[in-house]
């Protein structure tokens, strides 16, 4: 599949971009904007980006989604963080967001979720019965873990390490800017994909093989430190709901098994553009204030 052009922006051409401050949200964002599509930039806080209309919207609070899907033809959907059954709530607005004259919807899934698994995956298997144009992607586990305000980066720059039960597992790791620009494409073109698209960068890297990059980038040691499944858990039970840190830490012991070690070409055959190598996204990261890799940034995760 190729892409067919994103075409003009209009005044009915608006975008719900949910979770626009997050990782990819803000990335689609701002790809969407620089196409010249209006863009309706929803938050918990309705946080201004520009050339966005912020818009507040809570996945948990029913009184948003009016004001949020007023004039929206598609949408960009972000699961809420943290919520082990997301279809709970996601559900209901997609429901409502059909019923309003929605008629694409983008799913950030996982490349560890299939249709039907749990979590996104629910959703996943909903989409094509609630529009007429959809797409689902299923990106593999983000670089920016390690660059940006993940827990991997924290250790990184706190200590020097990488804690995982993902064993030697290999990785598809991907970047954000990549599963932003396919977002955009599938948003955008004549013609949505209507399908479900695994999405990875160039090459499958072991966390060892991420801890030697960036040693490497960085000039400073960073080590890949394996660690149980039970380990792991309770590491993550610390800042979550059990259940969720359930599901994280089995996704790693998946890794470990070999479930993630793929690459597929969905960014090339959706841009036109092979994706980002990891060593190019650190030396990015590094390179865009000299500090991003080496200090702790004063902001909360977001995805």
Not at 141 to 156: P, R, Y
């Amino acid at each position: 599949m190729t892409g067919t052009g994103t075409g003009t922006g209009t005044d009915t051409d608006t975008t719900l971009v949910i979770g626009a401050t997050g990782t990819t949200g803000s990335r689609t964002a701002a790809g969407l904007i620089a196409a010249g599509h209006r863009v309706r930039a929803a938050s918990r806080r309705a946080t201004r980006i520009p050339g966005a209309e912020p818009v507040r919207f809570d996945w948990y609070d029913p009184t948003t989604f009016g004001d949020a899907l007023t004039g929206t033809e598609r949408v960009y959907l972000v699961p809420p963080v943290g919520d082990p059954d997301p279809a709970a709530v996601m559900l209901p607005f997609l429901r409502r967001a059909r019923a309003a004259g929605v008629h694409r919807a983008v799913l950030l899934s996982s490349s560890a979720i299939p249709e039907g698994g749990p979590g996104a995956g629910v959703v996943h298997r909903a989409l094509p019965g609630l529009f007429d144009q959809w797409a689902v992607l299923r990106p593999s586990w983000f670089m920016q873990n390690f660059t940006g305000t993940h827990a991997h980066a924290h250790s990184i720059r706190a200590d020097g390490v990488i804690l995982t039960a993902a064993g030697s597992g290999r990785v598809g790791f991907v970047d954000a800017d990549d599963i932003a620009a396919v977002a955009v494409r599938a948003l955008t073109d004549s013609r949505a994909p209507d399908a479900d698209l695994v999405l990875t960068g160039p090459e499958a890297l072991s966390h060892d093989d991420v801890a030697r990059v960036l040693t490497e980038v960085t000039g400073r040691s960073v080590t890949h430190r394996h660690l149980t499944y039970d380990q792991m858990r309770d590491r993550l039970a610390a800042s979550m709901p059990l259940g969720f840190a359930a599901m994280l830490a089995g996704m790693e012991q998946a890794i470990a098994q070999g479930a993630e070690d793929r690459t597929t070409e969905t960014v090339q055959r959706l841009t036109g553009r092979p994706p980002h190598s990891f060593r190019e996204v650190a030396e990015r990261e590094s390179a865009g204030d000299g500090t991003r890799l080496r200090s702790a940034p004063d902001v909360s995760p977001t995805r």
